[in-house]
C-alpha cells in the first residue's frame, strides 16, 4: 500500500508499523526503546510522528506502534512534531547525568545523538537531578549505572524475549524507577548477557571489561567469525585504529582486542552473540609461539619449512591431523599442496570446556569448532578411537592446530607440529612452525548449515609466524621434486 | 655608495665603534651590579618578557587531596593536532564522583606544537599550560616524554590567577536547588 512521510510517497506492506515502513524505505524515526527484535512497550515516545487527516486536526502517535493505513500522510518535520521531539529530550534528559566526558558510551550513545539533532540547549528544569547507585554490579560482566538509565527497558525485554533467562525487571515507579536483577534468577547465568550493552541506548549497562579501555572514536571495527562454535556467528573486533597507535603507553595495546559486537547476519546469528565470542580476547590473546624449532633448538622459518617437506618426503605411513579451525582457503591449500602425500585425518581443536554451555534454543551449537564441517567435505574424520588412526606402522604424525597431547604417537615415529599458542609439547616435536592466528589473516569459514562468512585480518603477524595457507603451499612446492625424484629414482 | 663608502676602511670602524661602545656600556653596568643587555641566564633564571598568556609548560591541577583533576576523558588528546598526548585510564567504582582517573599521562615536547587547543578542550579545567617554556633539551627523544608526576609537581595556592575549582559536592539529602525538591534517597 502507499503512503506517505513528508509529502515523498513510500510503499508499505500490510500490518507494518510507521517505524517500520519508514525503515524499509530508508527513513530513520528516532527512538530509544523500539528494537526490531524486541516487543513495543511504547515508552519513549521521541518516535511522535503527525498524521494529517483529510477533515479535521491532525493527530498525533508514536511511529512504533501505529500500523500503517492506505493514504496515510505522515509529518516528521512539521512545526509541532520539531516542538514535541524537544520537550520530549527535555524530559529524557531530566535526570540524565552530562558525564559524557568518562561515559563508556560517549561517541556512540543515542541519547547524545539525539540531543544534538533534537534539543541541543541547556535544562530548564530547577529541580535537582535524581540521584540513584552509580555503579550496580548487574553481573560478574556488567555494571549498572542507574543514574544514566532512561527505563527504555531494551535490557529487561531483550532477557524476557531474546535470552529467555528473565533475569532483568524494573522496580519502582517515575524517576524511582530501577533496572534490577529478578528475585530469583541469576543474570550471571544468561548466556547473552553482554547484548544488553549494545542494546543499551545510554550508557546504563557497561562491560565491566571495557569500563576503563579506550574511548569507542579511537577504535574501528573489523569484520571477523567467531570460533566458539560450529554456529560461526559474523561479529566485529573492535580494535585501535592505526592512526591513534600509542607510542609512550604499552604498544600491546595497539595490538589488543578492545571489544566484540555482533556483526548483523540474518542468516547466522541475527543480531545477536553470545558471552562467549564477547571473551574472545582472552581465547586470542593467550601466550603466542613465535619461535620455529628443529628438536627444541630455534631455526628460521625456511629451515623448518624444508626439514618438514624433508621429513614427509621420507616418511613411508605418515599421518597428518588437520585443523577444524583452519579457514577453507587453508583447508584448501593442504589438500592440494599435503594431502597427497600424507594421510589426513580432521581432529577437534577445542572440546566444550566443563561448565560450558553445549546447545540452547537461539545460537549456541554442540561443537566447539568453527569450520569441522568444510574440513569433514575435504578429508576423513579421525575415527573414535585415536589406535584406527595413528597405528604402531606411523612412522610420522603432522599435527595442525591445538587439541592433540602427542601420548599416542608410536615410539621412534617423527612429529611435524604446527600450532599459534605456546604449549611445552612443542619442544618434543622434531619440526615446529609457528603459524598465524585468525584475527593475523584473512579467509572464511564454512558453518554446520552451510554458509560461508568472511573474516579480515585486523593485526600483522609478528616476524618468524607463518601463515598456514602459504606455509602449505611452501611444503607442497618442496615435496613435488622430491616425490618426483623418489619415484623415478629405482627406475632409472 | 658613496667615496667615503667605497673607502670601506672609515665605515668598518665606525660600525666597530658602535659595538663596542654597547659593549663597553653593557660591561659597566654588569661590573656595577645592573642588568645590561636583556640576557638571561637560562636555565637558572626565567624569561621576563613572557607574556601573561605565553603557553609554555603543561600542568595537571589537582584536587584538595592532591589527586589529579583529570577525569580520563581523552578530550585533550583527541583534539590535540599532533597527536601527542596519551592517556591510559584507570576506573574506580567506589568513588562514585570521580571514577575515572589518569593511570598514565604524558606528552611528548619532541612533537607538541603549543597550540593550547588541549586546555580549550578540557571539561574539568584540569590541564593548563605554565607562563615558562620547559626544558626542551634531551639526549633522546624518549626524555622528552613529559609524564604525569611532573605535570603534577605545581602548586595550585600560587596560582591567583585562575582559582582552583572547588570539588563539586553532591548536595546533602534535603537540600536541593531553590524551588525544587530533595533527590530521592535510594
Request: glycine share 6%; charged share 20%.
Amino acid at each position: 500500500m502507499e503512503f506517505f512521510i513528508d509529502g515523498v510517497p513510500m510503499q508499505a506492506e500490510d500490518g507494518q508499523t510507521v517505524i517500520q515502513a519508514a525503515r524499509a524505505n530508508g527513513v530513520d524515526i528516532p527512538h530509544f526503546c523500539w528494537h526490531p527484535e524486541l516487543s513495543v512497550p511504547g515508552n519513549c515516545r521521541i518516535c511522535m510522528v503527525e498524521v494529517e487527516q483529510e477533515k479535521g486536526d491532525p493527530w498525533f502517535d508514536i511511529a512504533c506502534n501505529m500500523p500503517v493505513t492506505e493514504g496515510m500522510r505522515v509529518l516528521l518535520h512539521s512545526e509541532k512534531i520539531v516542538r514535541l521531539r524537544k520537550q520530549t529530550m527535555q524530559f529524557i534528559t531530566l535526570n540524565h547525568p552530562v558525564d559524557c566526558g568518562i561515559c563508556n558510551k560517549s561517541g556512540e550513545c543515542t541519547l547524545q545523538d539525539f540531543h544534538y539533532a533534537h534539543n541541543g540547549q541547556a535544562s530548564l528544569s530547577r529541580d535537582a537531578k535524581t540521584h540513584a547507585t552509580k555503579f550496580f554490579p548487574l553481573s560478574d560482566r556488567i555494571m549498572l549505572d542507574n543514574e544514566r538509565c532512561i527505563m527504555c527497558t531494551l535490557c529487561v525485554r531483550f532477557t524476557n524475549e531474546v535470552s529467555q533467562s528473565k533475569a532483568l525487571c524494573a522496580v519502582n515507579r517515575g524517576d524511582h524507577a530501577l533496572i534490577r536483577p529478578a528475585e530469583d534468577a541469576n543474570f550471571d547465568n544468561d548466556q547473552y548477557s553482554d547484548n544488553v550493552i549494545d542494546l543499551c541506548p545510554v550508557g546504563a549497562l557497561l562491560s565491566r571489561q571495557l569500563l576503563d579501555h579506550a574511548r569507542v572514536w579511537y577504535l574501528q571495527p573489523t569484520r571477523s567469525v567467531c570460533p566458539g562454535c560450529e554456529r560461526g556467528c559474523s561479529i566485529d573486533i573492535w580494535h585501535r585504529k592505526p592512526e591513534w597507535a600509542l607510542r609512550a603507553l604499552d604498544p600491546r595495546l595497539n595490538t589488543r582486542i578492545d571489544r566484540v559486537t555482533p556483526h548483523e547476519n540474518p542468516e547466522v546469528n541475527g543480531l545477536w552473540v553470545c558471552n562467549k565470542a564477547r571473551d574472545l580476547a582472552a581465547l586470542f590473546e593467550r601466550p603466542r609461539a613465535t619461535q620455529a624449532t628443529l628438536g627444541g633448538a630455534a631455526t628460521d622459518l625456511a629451515t623448518a619449512t624444508a626439514s618438514a617437506a624433508r621429513l614427509i618426503a621420507a616418511a613411508r605411513h605418515p599421518v597428518a591431523l588437520v585443523s577444524s579451525w583452519g579457514s577453507n582457503e587453508e583447508l584448501a591449500a593442504f589438500a592440494t599442496a599435503l594431502a597427497p602425500h600424507v594421510q589426513p585425518f580432521v581432529k577437534a581443536d577445542h572440546l566444550p570446556l566443563p561448565g560450558e554451555v553445549v546447545e540452547d534454543h537461539l545460537l549456541i551449537k554442540p561443537d566447539k569448532n568453527p569450520n569441522r564441517r568444510a574440513a569433514l567435505a575435504l578429508f576423513p574424520a579421525l575415527p573414535g578411537t585415536l589406535a584406527e588412526a595413528i597405528t604402531p606402522q606411523t612412522d610420522l604424525v603432522l599435527v595442525w592446530g591445538e587439541g592433540f597431547d602427542g601420548s599416542a604417537v608410536p615410539a621412534g615415529a617423527r612429529v611435524i607440529r604446527l600450532d599459534a599458542y605456546a604449549d611445552p609439547v612443542q619442544a618434543q616435536a622434531d619440526v615446529f612452525i609457528p603459524v598465524s592466528i585468525q584475527t593475523e589473516r584473512s579467509g572464511h569459514y564454512t558453518n554446520f548449515a552451510g554458509v560461508v562468512s568472511p573474516f579480515t585480518a585486523c593485526f600483522a603477524p609478528a616476524a618468524g609466524i607463518a601463515h598456514a595457507e602459504e606455509l602449505f603451499r611452501a611444503i607442497g612446492l618442496a615435496l613435488a621434486p622430491a616425490v618426483a625424484g623418489a619415484l623415478t629414482g629405482p627406475a632409472a | 655608495m658613496t667615496w667615503w663608502e667605497r673607502a670601506y676602511l672609515p665605515e668598518i670602524l665606525r660600525g666597530l665603534g658602535i659595538t663596542t661602545g654597547i659593549f663597553l656600556r653593557n660591561m659597566a653596568k654588569w661590573v656595577t651590579g645592573r642588568r645590561g643587555a636583556v640576557t638571561t641566564y637560562y636555565p637558572e633564571e626565567k624569561r621576563a618578557d613572557f607574556a601573561p598568556r605565553n603557553r609554555g609548560k603543561h600542568i595537571l591541577t589537582q584536587r584538595p587531596d592532591g589527586s589529579p583533576q583529570c577525569i580520563a576523558c581523552n578530550m585533550c588528546a583527541t583534539v590535540c593536532p599532533a597527536k601527542v598526548i596519551e592517556i591510559e585510564a584507570g576506573f574506580d567504582a567506589n568513588d562514585p564522583q570521580h571514577p575515572k582517573y589518569p593511570v598514565r599521562f604524558e606528552i611528548d615536547y619532541s612533537r607538541c606544537v603549543f597550540c593550547g587547543l588541549c586546555i580549550e578542550a578540557c571539561p574539568e579545567d584540569a590541564i593548563r599550560m605554565e607562563q615558562d617554556v620547559p626544558s626542551l633539551v634531551a639526549g633522546d627523544r624518549w626524555a622528552m616524554w613529559l609524564t604525569m608526576d611532573e605535570m603534577l609537581t605545581w602548586n595550585p595556592k600560587q596560582d591567583v590567577a585562575k582559582p582552583y575549582p572547588p570539588k563539586p559536592a553532591r548536595p546533602a539529602p534535603g537540600e536541593g536547588a531553590p524551588g525544587g525538591r530533595g533527590p530521592s534517597t535510594h
